[in-house]
């Protein structure tokens, strides 16, 4: 058996192509278009990368799409003043703080501090808490676009046993809100491993989904797949490549020249989850926008 590969891209594309239609459709029927500010403080270079690449998306759907950049000396009082001005700013309807910031931030009081129907990151404790009830604003657009995957690509969820591997704010507990949700790409009886898990392989066995999210490249293994099950690498870690102009390569969790001789469908890295982030990144800030008038 050799695995069918899950065109990341393509889905995406799909998905940015809705939002594009449903921007042009806002802005013929409100006279303006959605926004989103990506705030950024510091200077990691693949930050940098990330938000360069979601402010060219906003704009290639019609969006207003601006960056804050802002140096790595910011203080609390000041990075949070930022935040107080964009979420009183009507012209502002998502608002993305670039996530690892510098260490002398309280990551969790940032993200508090904006406002959770501009909060498209779906990380503020009252869009999580919403996820989590059933009555979900918006979610984590990595899980999202790890959902919207699954549906596009008609895997049986309804039923599925699914086994995430890794726990984040950003990816694991989200995913948990929205698999065990009901609906379409829903209803899954879902485990979750971590650190403290025992016997992970025998974990990941059982499941037919596996999703890793752990960013530890070749964690998983082929020997640790069920035979037909549908494997998808959230992994995006950059390792060390002298062949590579770059000097560095993009590495998922998963082995993946040994998982795809036993999996059904899997994603590849780059290529697989990694462009459905932004593509449904686009499509909370659509909603927000709608939300807002």
């Known amino acids: 058996m050799t695995a069918r590969i899950i065109d990341g891209k393509a889905i995406a594309a799909k998905v940015r192509s809705e939002v594009a239609a449903g921007v042009a459709e806002f802005k013929q029927k409100h006279g303006f278009v959605p926004g989103i500010t990506v ?15 979601k402010e060219r998306a906003a704009k290639e759907v019609g969006m ?10 910011t203080t609390r009082e ?8 964009l979420n009183a700013d009507d012209s502002v309807h998502g608002i993305l703080v670039q996530i690892p910031l510098p260490d002398h931030f ?26 989590f009830s059933g009555h979900k604003r918006f979610a984590s657009a990595t899980p999202a676009g790890v959902q919207r995957m699954l549906v596009e690509e008609n895997v049986q969820v309804n039923g599925a046993k699914v086994v995430i591997v890794g ?17 379409n790409g829903a209803n899954a009886t879902v485990t979750v491993c971590h650190t403290g898990t025992k016997d992970l392989a025998a974990e990941t066995r059982q499941a037919d ?16 797949v069920k035979p037909g099950a549908v ?13 590579k102009k770059s000097g560095f390569r993009l590495a998922g969790d998963v082995v993946f020249d040994e ?35």
């Open 167 to 183: 726990r984040s704010n950003l990816v694991g507990k989200p995913l948990i809100g929205l698999l065990l949700g009901r609906g």
């Open 209 to 224: 989904i596996l999703i890793s999210a752990t960013g530890i490249p070749g964690s998983i293994t082929g020997n640790m």
């Open 39 to 53: 705030v950024i403080v510091g200077d990691d270079p693949a930050s940098h990368v990330y938000v360069r690449s």
């Open 231 to 243: 494997v998808i690498d959230v992994g995006t870690t950059r390792v060390p490549d002298s062949s």
């Open 106 to 131: 309280d990551e969790d009081e940032i993200i508090h501090a904006i406002d959770p129907r501009k909060d498209v990151d779906g990380l503020h404790p009252e869009n999580v808490g919403l996820l």
């Open 78 to 85: 000041q990075l949070l003043e930022h935040v107080r001005r």
């Open 259 to 293: 998982a795809k001789e036993v999996a059904s469908a899997i994603t590849p890295v780059p290529g697989g989850v990694g462009p459905m982030t932004i593509a449904m990144l686009l499509t909370n800030v659509l909603a927000a926008a709608k939300d807002h008038v």
């Open 64 to 73: 207003d799409g601006s960056v804050l950049q802002l140096p790595a000396e």
